[in-house]
């Protein structure tokens, strides 16, 4: 992801900075699709692996990046709390 687009991204809800997610963040996103428990906001099964994403720490929301797109729409978030 450029750099000078990630300094400028924030979220939607709640205009926080918003981070690219580590491997970690990406790993639990993953097990959560495997294991059928992942949904978005809107309460939308997902069912890929993601390989990339945006996190917002405060609120543990995190936004999937689809073909080096971020996908900011807070209702297509998943929160990980």
Sequence with gaps: ???KLLEILVCP?????LILADSVIIQK???????????NING????????????EPENKTFYIIKDNIPV???????NLN
């Design 1 to 3: 992801m450029d750099e």
């Design 29 to 39: 996103v993953n097990k959560m699709v495997n294991e059928n428990k992942c949904k």
């Design 44 to 55: 939308d099964n997902i069912s890929q692996d993601v390989i990339e994403g945006l996190y």
């Design 13 to 17: 809800k709640s205009k926080k900075k």
């Design 72 to 78: 900011l729409i807070y209702e297509n978030a998943i």
